[in-house]
């Protein structure tokens, strides 16, 4: 039961150009939306999260957008660069006591095209 | 650099044997948390402790325990280790009720031969 999916596991953008990764969720027991990002042989690092109660969040050239009526979420990256090129993992962090851990998607591979 | 530390980096055993991973978590961080990523594979959540309890607990394998000790460092401990547990494992810490905010170790890769 994968309560957090990201259905493409690569993606290729031109450098300048933004770059869309997009995240579904089945379950509305769910407070906090996150980003992660990973370079091979690294940690996943957080890169930008959004609350519930919120349908969007910008930090930079990175902006997260939520539909909670459609359990979706995308970050978008304006402008890509190619530091950027990692896996983007999406994750929710659950709402009861207790049950804080992150419950992470199967991740999304970003290449960014010089 | 995240402030949690994880060793070993790297460890190679053969199938049935035991190992032992052990994470440091930053600075003032009571919570740790231990995922397990296979190949291809998204973080799968293990195990989670807070301030030497046990608080949350995913899908573990009976052969895998773990624990937190009263200095805030853990431990998971894999034992009678199959051809499929090899994988990176991840711990990561938090300051709990909060966004969510993990910070992840470099992970230790666990080969199983």
């Known amino acids: 039961d994968q309560q957090v999916k990201q259905n493409s596991p690569s993606l290729s953008v031109q450098e300048g150009r933004i770059s869309i990764l997009n995240c579904d969720y089945t379950?509305?027991?769910?407070?906090?939306f996150l980003w992660y990002k990973k370079y091979p042989a690294e940690g996943p690092t957080f890169l930008i999260s959004?609350?519930?109660?919120?349908d969007k969040n910008e930090d930079g050239r990175f902006t997260v957008f939520l539909n909670k009526s459609a359990k979706h979420l995308s970050l978008h990256i304006v402008p890509s660069q190619p530091g950027d090129s990692a896996v983007y993992f999406c994750a929710a962090k659950g709402v009861n006591f207790g049950n804080e851990k992150l419950t992470f998607g199967t991740g999304t591979r970003l290449t960014i095209i010089p | 650099d995240s402030g949690v530390t994880q060793t070993p980096k790297h460890l190679i055993t053969a199938t049935g044997q035991r190992v032992t991973l052990r994470c440091s978590p930053r600075?003032?961080?009571?919570?740790v948390y231990w995922y397990q990523q296979s190949l291809d594979q998204g973080l799968q959540f293990l195990i989670q402790?807070?301030?030497?309890?046990?608080?949350a607990k995913g899908n573990i394998l009976e052969r895998f325990s773990a624990q937190q000790f009263p200095d805030l460092h853990s431990e998971l401990n894999l034992s009678s280790l199959e051809l499929g547990d090899s994988a990176l494992y991840f711990c990561a810490s938090s300051v709990v009720y909060d966004t969510g905010e993990l910070f992840f170790g470099e992970g230790s890769r666990l080969t199983v031969l």
């Open positions: 600075s003032g961080d009571l919570s």
């Open positions: 379950n509305s027991m769910f407070d906090y």
């Open positions: 959004i609350s519930s109660i919120k």
């Open positions: 402790y807070y301030n030497g309890e046990e608080r």
